[in-house]
Structure formats: C-alpha cells, structure tokens
C-alpha cells in the first residue's frame, strides 16, 4: 500500500505518455526533477548532456503531460526558466517493454555516474503466489515508510521490482551426466 496521496501519483496510459517514457535521457530528466525544479543548464550539467538534446526531451516530457512549466527567475543575462514533474510518482499500470528498457537504461547511466558505491542485487526464488503477495507488500511498505533526511542530503535512487518469469512453474528433469 502506498503511504502517498492520490494527488502524487500520476497514472501512465496514453501512447505520448508511453512514448515519452521510452528514452533513457528522459527517465533520467525525470529522476533528476524529482528532488526540485531545475532549468535546462543546470539539468545539462547535471547528467553531462548538452542543452539541445536536453531542451528537446524536456518538450517531449511536456508534451505528454510528464512535466511542466515551473516559473521563471530573472538573472544578469535575461530569464531563467524552471521545469518541475508534475506528479512526485508515476504509476504505470501496463508496462510496455520499450519504456521499461529505458528506466533499466536510465538506471544503469546513474549507476555508472554515482560517486558512492551502490547494491545490485539479481536474485530469483521460487515463492507461491501468496508468498510473492507478502514479499511484494513487505518491499512496498519499505520503500513507503523510509522518511527522507533533510535537504542537501545525497539522493539516492532505489528500484525494486518483482516480478514472475515466464517459463515451467514445476520441476524439471536434469539429465543426468556419464
């Protein structure tokens, strides 16, 4: 169960949403503006890119409602613009396999970027349906309840996932070795 209003999550299902959602260099703009609003230069700076692939993703984003205007700032050589997501979380109901390749994209990048040592961890159990249920509510809620420390502290991403792979649910015959 989540812990977030329903006023945080935006629900993923139109084919622009879907879309937008397959490019590692838009996952990765979205990551970036869920801490705060940021411009296009400090974005650029921020996931190494230039500002023209950035601005060009950032029109996608908005074009599928993902993010959105976030106000201007006046500075010494003109206006500074602000984008900011438009919902803290994203719910994707009916994954699709190009933007959930992107997301794994996206999250590879940050990985080879992070200056801290990171988990990864593959592991695969067999669990019945009801043990899958408890062990999917127990991530949940620890994803959940972790409380934020305060601003200026590190981000950290987190990903979790489980899932069912596809293949024989029963035992398979080994054969054996002469």
Known sequence: MSHQPDEDVQRI?????????????RQ????ALGARPSTIS?????????????SHHLRVLCEAGLVQDAG???????TEKYYRRTAERLLVAEPRAEGT??????????????????????????????????LAEALAA??????????G????????T????DGAAGPVAVPRQK
């Open 13 to 25: 299902s139109t084919p622009a949403q879907h879309t937008a959602l397959a490019h590692p260099m």
């Open 28 to 31: 990765r703009l979205l990551f």
């Open 42 to 54: 400090r974005l650029a700076a921020q996931l190494g890119a230039n500002k023209g692939s950035v």
């Open 72 to 78: 201007t700032r006046r500075v010494r050589g003109g």
């Open 101 to 134: 390749a992107a997301l794994l994209g996206a999250v590879a990048q940050e990985l080879d970027r992070s200056p801290a040592g990171h988990l990864l961890t593959l592991r695969h159990l067999r669990l019945g349906p009801a043990k899958a249920a408890r």
């Open 142 to 151: 620890l994803v959940d309840g972790t409380e934020e420390d305060a601003e």
């Open 153 to 160: 502290e590190p981000v950290h991403g987190l990903l979790v």
């Open 162 to 165: 489980l899932y069912q792979q």
